[in-house]
């Protein structure tokens, strides 16, 4: 099934391994295909943003979801996940469901 995007003028959106930039104007697109990592500019985490560790580990999991190849970026985000889960283990059941969507 596609998936219909309108874009707000000069919004970007990661398409697989491409950064899209609007115009000047409202544009919509039909992205058609299986397995593309899409991310609208909202909601892209930067490492400048990632200043907290819930947004660190959505940030290794970002990089995971656009990555060629994700397990490039595994040690990171349980490095990440073990830290968090060590100083407030009350927010495994997060983490779990977590790593389901990632699975």
Partial sequence: MALK???KPHERIIIG????TNTDQRARLLIDGDRIPILREK????A???DTPAKRIYLAGQL???AREPRHHH??????IQEI???????????EAINN???
């Avoid at 909601?43 to 930067?46: E, L």
């Avoid at 040690?75 to 990440?80: A, D, G, R, V």
């Avoid at 889960?85 to 983490?95: F, H, I, R």
Wanted: with cysteine.
């Fill in 5 to 7: 995007v309108e874009l």
């Fill in 17 to 20: 391994a491409c950064v899209v």
């Fill in 43 to 46: 909601d892209i985490m930067t």
């Fill in 48 to 50: 400048e943003r990632a």
């Fill in 64 to 66: 995971m979801y656009t």
């Fill in 75 to 80: 040690e990171i985000y349980f490095k990440l």
């Fill in 85 to 95: 889960v060590g100083a407030a283990p009350s927010v495994w059941p997060y983490v």
């Fill in 101 to 103: 969507q990632i699975l």
